[in-house]
């Protein structure tokens, strides 16, 4: 079992920056990646950034649409994730879901992929 805890979002103008991390527990060493995932109101979850978790295998990886603003970063001997957000704009307003699988960052697409999620974070990001 993995247990996973967002935090850092919040209500920022455009051009700000926010960091997210996640704080992972549990049985991180059954984890092969991590990821971002979020959802825009009225909208199914999309694909952010992820990267492998124990080894450099794969990542980092980005949408195309955060490619250049975002940055996702590991520290495993504290068990965190984050994502550095620069630049954001108001259609990144979304909550933002830390999430970890058991695949390769290539075999995940869709939050289903994926094997525990956190709470979520809300980014709300106005004009």
């Known amino acids: 079992q993995v247990h996973l805890v967002e935090s850092g979002g919040g209500s920022v103008q455009a051009g700000a920056s926010l960091t997210l991390s996640c704080a992972v527990s549990?049985?991180?060493?059954?984890?092969?990646?991590m990821v971002w995932f979020r959802q825009a109101p009225g909208k199914d979850p999309t694909f952010v950034s992820g990267?492998?978790?124990?080894?450099?295998?794969?990542?980092?990886g980005y949408v195309e649409s955060v490619k250049g603003r975002f940055t996702i970063s590991k520290d495993t001997a504290k068990n965190s994730l984050t994502l550095q957000m620069n630049g954001l704009r108001p259609q990144d307003t979304a909550v933002y879901y830390c999430?970890?699988?058991?695949?390769?960052?290539?075999?995940?697409?869709?939050?289903?992929?994926?094997?525990?999620w956190g709470q979520g974070t809300q980014v709300t990001v106005s004009s």
């Open positions: 999430g970890a699988s058991g695949r390769h960052l290539r075999a995940i697409h869709r939050q289903a992929d994926t094997d525990y």
């Open positions: 549990g049985q991180s060493d059954s984890i092969r990646t």
């Open positions: 990267i492998s978790w124990n080894t450099n295998e794969a990542g980092p």
